[in-house]
């Protein structure tokens, strides 16, 4: 009670002199804009500002604190109506934590100490610690000799709290209360503390008060809410909970985290980053010639000792540098998803059909119709290598397995000199010409077939695929 009847008589000081202030500025500039039409409203505040006097203890204030309130209240109120006031509100509380600090304040506004030693978080990473600046002045004040200040003192920097200090009598220890419940102690001020000290300030008060209603981390929904109803009933502008520990940082804690029973840590099992399966520098290759629409070109694809595709290297016969130079690079692209692990029915799937110019008829009996080069390339890959895998993503070489080869692939590969290409064959190339020609009428206006995106052929009022059988329709 004499902490709040001495927070009050100082608030009512403060308010009732930047009043007085604001009237002297009324005199020379006026009172605020549309004053007059506020007037009566203004000199009600004011008169229930200085009525507010009457609820100070007068035994808990210090002596003539409150009758200096009144005097000053007084001279408010007689020239108020005379001349009004410059400024309609004067007064609030702000902690301000930032430049109190830098002022060495232990407080700020009505905060009380969130702890004797607590541990503040510095911006560039890091702790400071903070002792209240305080506490020897009080134990002097409260008369002990320099030899047990000295013993409490050293007390609290060591364990953080001033319960159980040498010397220290019971009487005394409210004194040093504060927000928070120490590490090593149970005495904190109660959230009903802090409602009441603001209740205490507050109709000395312009505006509200910025002030952290500090509960411990144990507190209740219920406590909560009813912090809410006590500020409400008790008149208060604002109310602000803060639960301790409910955040993962915050700028003070009343422990550095140091102490306490130490944990081992296992570090997390670190994700196998990927393996690049190099190829040997001296490896197996296969050569292949293809024909899309006229445009010829040539798939070299390098082999791993077990038979499976680890390079693609494609050269187109007659075009430009720039369709070239693409092509190239998307088989180093190629090239290094197989290295990196991708596997090739994956790159089949996604590459398989893919439409563009140009495009048509080939040479290939087992492909004989290509959306597009891309196209061509990845069907011609699962047809060389069925079911060929590349290397896993993340296994080290040596866990990889050896897989089985594809069937006649490396024996091709050694003989390449004596491969006869049945492909290439002349009379292949013939009836291919014949299809070509005998389908050409009827394709000028078809559509893709809706199932695999060739070009269908007029069958009667309907269309035709002959690439995939689809009948578009038609019975």
């Not at 100082?10 to 004053?35: C, D, K, N, W």
């Not at 495009?359 to 891309?374: E, Q």
Request: with cysteine.
């Amino acid at each position: 009670n004499e902490g709040r009847a001495l927070a009050g008589s100082l608030t009512a000081i403060m308010t009732g002199q930047a009043y007085s202030v604001s009237e002297e500025l009324a005199r020379v500039a006026g009172p605020f804009p549309r004053y007059q039409e506020n007037r009566d409203c203004v000199l009600k505040v004011l008169k229930m500002h200085r009525d507010a006097l009457d609820g100070i203890d007068t035994a808990g204030a210090p002596p003539g604190l409150k009758k200096a309130a009144e005097s000053i209240w007084a001279d408010v109120l007689d020239a108020a109506p005379k001349v009004g006031v410059r400024n309609a509100q004067v007064t609030l509380l702000a902690p301000t934590g930032t430049i109190g600090f830098m002022m060495d304040c232990d407080t700020t506004g009505v905060e009380p100490d969130i702890a004797l030693v607590k541990y503040k978080q510095l911006s560039g990473g890091g702790m400071i610690k903070l002792v209240n600046k305080t506490l020897r002045p009080a134990l002097i004040k409260l008369g002990y000799s320099h030899e047990e200040v000295e013993a409490i003192v050293k007390y609290v920097d060591e364990n953080e709290t001033i319960e159980g200090a040498p010397y220290l009598k019971a009487e005394h220890l409210q004194v040093f209360d504060c927000a928070f419940k120490p590490k090593k102690g149970v005495r904190f001020i109660s959230y009903k503390a802090h409602l009441k000290m603001m209740a205490a300030v507050q109709p000395f008060l312009s505006g509200a008060i910025s002030k952290t209603i500090n509960m411990p981390s144990d507190v209740t929904v219920n406590d909560i809410m009813q912090a809410y109803i006590d500020g409400w009933k008790m008149g208060l502008k604002a109310v602000a909970i803060y639960r301790d520990g409910s955040k993962r940082t915050q700028p003070l804690n009343i422990s550095s985290g140091k102490g306490g029973e130490k944990k081992t840590v296992h570090a997390a099992p670190v994700p196998a980053g990927p393996f690049r399966r190099r190829m040997p520098h001296t490896r197996s290759s296969i050569t292949h010639k293809f024909e899309i629409a006229g445009h010829e070109g040539y798939l070299t694809v390098g082999l791993y000792e077990d038979g499976r595709p680890g390079e693609l290297f494609i050269t187109m016969g007659k075009e430009g540098g720039t369709v070239g130079g693409m092509m190239d690079a998307f088989g180093t692209a190629i090239s290094l998803c197989l290295q990196y692990g991708v596997p090739l029915s994956e790159l089949v799937k996604k590459f398989a059909h893919s439409r563009f110019e140009p495009s048509g008829f080939t040479k290939n009996p087992d492909i004989p119709i290509a959306k597009s080069i891309i196209d061509y390339i990845f069907r011609w890959l699962d047809l060389t290598f069925p079911g060929g895998r590349a290397t896993l993503p993340g296994v080290a070489e040596s866990a990889l397995p050896a897989g089985r080869p594809v069937a006649g692939t490396i024996e091709a590969a050694r003989n390449s000199a004596q491969i006869s290409d049945p492909v290439s064959r002349e009379k292949d190339a013939r009836e291919v010409k014949r299809v070509d020609e005998q389908f050409q009428h009827f394709m000028e206006d078809a559509p893709a077939c809706d199932l695999c995106g060739a070009i269908t052929v007029r069958n009667g009022a309907c269309y035709r695929c002959y690439n995939c059988g689809n009948s578009m329709g038609c019975s």
